[in-house]
């Protein structure tokens, strides 16, 4: 019974290049958070989907970043023309449905743009 | 808006002692509270999930309560042994999304 996973953990980019991180929720769950911890931050949340659909996009930078969860295949993230201030810690976290919302989180994809 | 304040940023302790985390919120409105601890350069593992209905959750040597009038959850760690070395945090939900205190890192010596 895999948890959530992440891939990849590590990804470097150079300035200007796109960043796509993968996020595969728990076997059941059909909805997914993303977060960010940037150094020496806490976490913060960025953007909640559900298949096929975003239900909560309000901590999402408004340019560059962009996510979705089609109907198959995992959630993905991306960032385009990477800066180096996006260099953080991106969390998934997936629930089963929205009545039981008890969130379990992925390793987590380290971005680091040089 | 949801904000979370976790007190102390950081703690040490020896080995065996029993310990408190603290973690408050500044709306009442909150849906669940979550706590989760974070090892250095890993993810969050789900501790304790206390829904709006309920006091408290154990699990193991772990109690966490909420308090939803005076705005506070803690979490009790009993015994404490040095593999519970590692960041807490807590977390809010009012809408769902989660509003994370900025976690308590905790040193446990033998």
């Known amino acids: 019974n895999a948890g959530v996973m992440q891939n990849p953990r590590h990804l470097v980019r150079r300035r200007g290049q796109e960043a796509r991180l993968r996020c595969s929720p728990m076997?059941?769950?059909?909805?997914v958070y993303w977060y960010r911890q940037l150094p020496e931050e806490g976490l913060k949340f960025m953007v909640y989907?559900?298949?096929?659909?975003?239900?909560?996009e309000s901590g999402m930078p408004k340019e560059r970043f962009s996510a979705e969860f089609p109907k198959e295949g995992p959630s993905i993230l991306r960032i385009q023309q990477v800066v180096r201030g996006d260099s953080a810690a991106y969390f998934c976290?997936?629930?089963?449905?929205?009545?039981?919302?008890?969130?379990?989180f992925g390793p987590g994809t380290r971005l680091t743009v040089l | 808006k949801q904000e979370v304040t976790q007190i102390p940023a950081a703690l040490s302790v020896p080995e065996g002692e029993n310990l408190v985390l603290n973690c408050s919120f500044t709306?009442?409105?909150?849906?669940?509270l979550q706590w989760f601890r974070q090892d250095p350069g890993k993810g969050l593992t789900s501790l304790l999930l206390?829904?709006?209905?309920?006091r408290e959750q154990t699990s193991g040597r772990l109690n966490a309560s909420l308090d939803k009038s005076s705005g506070r959850s803690t979490l009790y760690i009993a015994a404490s042994q040095p593999g519970d070395s590692a960041t807490y945090l807590c977390?809010?939900?009012?809408?769902?999304?989660?509003?994370f205190g900025q976690g308590t890192t905790l040193q446990v010596k033998p």
């Open positions: 976290a997936s629930i089963r449905d929205s009545s039981y919302n008890e969130q379990f």
């Open positions: 989907l559900q298949k096929e659909n975003i239900i909560d």
């Open positions: 076997k059941g769950h059909s909805h």
């Open positions: 206390i829904q709006s209905s309920q």
């Open positions: 977390a809010g939900s009012n809408t769902g999304k989660l509003i």
């Open positions: 709306d009442s409105a909150i849906y669940n």
